[in-house]
């Protein structure tokens, strides 16, 4: 009996840059058939290996080549770093290398977890992010890693990966409140502390049990937004629901009966601030809601005493903020609701009365905490950069929510338009920092009010579209204004530019 002759296929002897920091296995295109192996498919001018071509990457060898075989009983004077052979990175799953992309002339080494590096990078998610991202307690956040890196293995140093990749891209954009967190230390490439962090998360769902990994997704999900990655953040989203579900986290009834006060508070803000990211996506991608509020049985963190207002400004209006989302996820049912059901299903999925969103957000309004109404004006007595922040977010989800109501109850539409007319007055006046900080979340946020308004200039027979117009080229010049200092502004400042040239 004759055998086919099958040809063994081979190992590929080195990863790509991409396969090794991400930790997967680098696929090279099988020989003999219309693809080439790795090297040669790079000298064709080919996309590179498989697994690139999968995630859509550039498939690159830049990275320096280490050494093969048993590593030196020597001490290296270099490098502490093992030496890997090429099995090793097909097995494995590697961390990424400690390289520095742009601020040293070559590929030179340095230890990006670094306690001072480290020590450094969470003062800057505490001075910036931590108002609109608060994963975690504060004073969890500004001494549980004050003295050493944790055990790698640990959900801890996932979590610590992941807020230092949302740092480390906020500090590239200079985008923090206090100049002085960027002074006297060279803040690495975000791109190694995401790949470090995604190469902790474990192979099996049931392993994560720590709420630390339910911190970990959201951070990657935060950091994918400002990268502009989409597919990255529905991958992070999903696994966080996916932890939510197995160990029913939207129900307090199935928390621990032994958690403390302290801990159940800081799980419902964890639980609201996914909430919110959740329900802002989906606003701006116009992705399903995974996880309705009508579905959910977990209360506000409680409001404690405190000498500082503006302790008490902020808490107040998250949970303001929060409210805000929560009808924002009504509006977005009412104008996406299925308009072909079944006659036997209708009734359990009837809309609300137009006036309904309307109502509801003037009751919010006028029931808004006595300590946010001084907020909006310019001489207050919350002048720190957490309440500054805090207003921005109030007037901007509050005009989107606005907006949304009046679509749904097809109001006229000059009464959309003055209600533009009125933010853009507002948000005009924002300095450039906090634009900054809220980073791509709001430019979303903009770009989210021009279409709405695109869409309210058909009615009344046109007659608003020359004013609809030049609100959305407004729009379209206020967002590409930032792009120098927003990496998303660009792109949707020319979304926004095409759109206002449609409206006519």
């Given at each position: 009996?004759?055998?086919?002759?099958?040809?063994?296929?081979?190992?590929?002897?080195?990863?790509?840059?991409?396969?090794?920091?991400?930790?997967?296995?680098?696929?090279?295109?099988?020989?003999g058939?219309?693809?080439?192996?790795?090297?040669?498919?790079?000298?064709?001018?080919?996309?590179?290996?498989?697994?690139?071509?999968?995630y859509?990457?550039?498939?690159?060898?830049?990275?320096?080549?280490?050494?093969?075989?048993?590593?030196?009983?020597?001490?290296?004077?270099?490098?502490?770093?093992?030496?890997?052979?090429?099995?090793?990175?097909?097995?494995?799953?590697?961390?990424?290398?400690?390289?520095?992309?742009?601020?040293?002339?070559?590929?030179?080494?340095?230890?990006?977890?670094?306690?001072?590096?480290?020590k450094?990078?969470?003062?800057?998610?505490?001075?910036?992010?931590y108002?609109?991202?608060?994963?975690?307690?504060?004073?969890?956040?500004?001494?549980?890693?004050?003295?050493?890196?944790p055990?790698?293995?640990?959900?801890?140093?996932?979590?610590?990966?992941?807020?230092?990749?949302?740092?480390?891209?906020t500090?590239?954009?200079?985008?923090?409140?206090?100049?002085?967190?960027?002074?006297?230390?060279?803040?690495?490439?975000?791109?190694?502390?995401?790949?470090?962090?995604?190469?902790?998360?474990?192979?099996?769902?049931?392993?994560?049990?720590?709420?630390?990994?339910?911190?970990?997704?959201?951070?990657?999900?935060?950091?994918?937004?400002?990268?502009?990655?989409?597919?990255?953040?529905?991958?992070?989203l999903?696994?966080?629901?996916?932890?939510?579900?197995?160990?029913?986290?939207?129900?307090?009834?199935?928390?621990?009966?032994?958690?403390?006060?302290?801990?159940?508070?800081?799980?419902?803000?964890?639980?609201?601030?996914?909430?919110?990211?959740e329900?802002?996506?989906?606003?701006?991608?116009?992705?399903?809601?995974?996880?309705?509020?009508?579905?959910?049985?977990?209360?506000?963190?409680?409001?404690?005493?405190?000498?500082?207002?503006?302790?008490?400004?902020?808490?107040?209006?998250?949970?303001?903020?929060?409210?805000?989302?929560?009808?924002?996820?009504?509006?977005?049912?009412?104008?996406?609701?299925?308009?072909?059901?079944?006659?036997?299903?209708?009734?359990?999925?009837?809309?609300?009365?137009?006036?309904?969103?309307?109502?509801?957000?003037?009751?919010?309004?006028?029931?808004?905490?006595?300590?946010?109404?001084?907020?909006?004006?310019?001489?207050?007595?919350?002048?720190?950069?957490?309440?500054?922040?805090?207003a921005?977010?109030?007037?901007?989800?509050?005009?989107?929510?606005?907006?949304?109501?009046?679509?749904?109850?097809?109001?006229?539409?000059?009464?959309?338009?003055?209600?533009?007319?009125?933010?853009?007055?507002?948000?005009t006046?924002?300095?450039?920092?906090?634009?900054?900080?809220?980073?791509?979340?709001?430019?979303?946020?903009?770009?989210?009010?021009?279409?709405m308004?695109?869409?309210?200039?058909?009615?009344?027979?046109?007659?608003?579209?020359?004013?609809?117009?030049?609100?959305?080229?407004?729009?379209?010049?206020?967002?590409?204004?930032?792009?120098?200092?927003?990496?998303?502004?660009?792109?949707?400042?020319?979304?926004?530019?095409?759109?206002?040239?449609?409206?006519?």
């Open positions: 009996m004759q055998q086919a002759s099958i040809k063994k296929r081979q190992r590929a002897s080195r990863a790509c840059d991409f396969c090794h920091m991400r930790g997967l296995r680098c696929r090279w295109k099988t020989p058939s219309s693809q080439s192996t790795l090297n040669d498919s790079r000298q064709a001018g080919s996309s590179g290996c498989l697994t690139c071509e999968d859509g990457a550039e498939c690159t060898m830049k990275r320096p080549v280490q050494k093969r075989g048993r590593k030196s009983t020597a001490p290296n004077p270099r490098t502490t770093e093992n030496v890997h052979t090429s099995e090793d990175f097909d097995l494995q799953m590697p961390s990424p290398s400690t390289w520095l992309y742009g601020a040293l002339s070559s590929w030179e080494e340095i230890n990006f977890r670094s306690i001072d590096i480290v450094r990078l969470v003062r800057i998610y505490h001075d910036t992010m108002p609109n991202f608060p994963f975690l307690p504060e004073k969890d956040l500004l001494s549980r890693w004050d003295e050493s890196i055990d790698p293995d640990s959900p801890s140093y996932m979590l610590l990966m992941a807020l230092c990749a949302v740092s480390s891209q500090a590239s954009l200079n985008a923090v409140f206090d100049n002085s967190l960027l002074q006297g230390v060279v803040i690495p490439d975000s791109e190694n502390y995401f790949y470090e962090a995604t190469s902790k998360i474990p192979f099996r769902i049931v392993q994560c049990t720590d709420l630390d990994y339910l911190r970990s997704f959201g951070l990657l999900a935060v950091y994918s937004i400002q990268r502009g990655n989409h597919s990255d953040l529905h991958r992070y999903a696994l966080y629901h996916a932890l939510v579900a197995q160990h029913g986290f939207h129900e307090e009834s199935r928390w621990p009966a032994d958690l403390s006060i302290s801990d159940i508070d800081d799980r419902r803000r964890l639980f609201w601030c996914m909430y919110r990211l329900i802002h996506s989906a606003c701006i991608l116009g992705h399903v809601v995974r996880m309705p509020e009508s579905q959910v049985t977990v209360f506000y963190p409680r409001i404690t005493p405190s000498t500082e207002a503006d302790a008490q400004a902020w808490i107040s209006g998250w949970d303001y903020i929060t409210d805000l989302f929560r009808l924002l996820e009504y509006a977005i049912f009412c104008l996406r609701a299925c308009k072909s059901r079944k006659a036997v299903l209708a009734p359990f999925c009837d809309r609300p009365s137009p006036a309904t969103l309307l109502d509801a957000l003037a009751r919010l309004k006028a029931g808004k905490p006595r300590i946010l109404l001084g907020l909006a004006q310019d001489q207050n007595d919350f002048q720190s950069n957490r309440c500054r922040y805090l921005v977010q109030i007037m901007c989800t509050e005009t989107l929510v606005n907006i949304m109501a009046l679509l749904y109850c097809q109001a006229p539409a000059d009464e959309m338009m003055n209600l533009v007319e009125e933010f853009l007055k507002e948000v006046k924002v300095s450039l920092i906090l634009f900054k900080v809220s980073g791509s979340p709001l430019v979303h946020q903009l770009v989210g009010v021009g279409h308004l695109h869409n309210a200039s058909q009615q009344d027979n046109g007659r608003f579209l020359g004013q609809a117009k030049r609100l959305i080229m407004n729009l379209s010049n206020l967002v590409k204004s930032l792009k120098d200092h927003i990496p998303s502004a660009a792109d949707s400042g020319d979304r926004l530019w095409k759109l206002a040239e449609g409206t006519s």
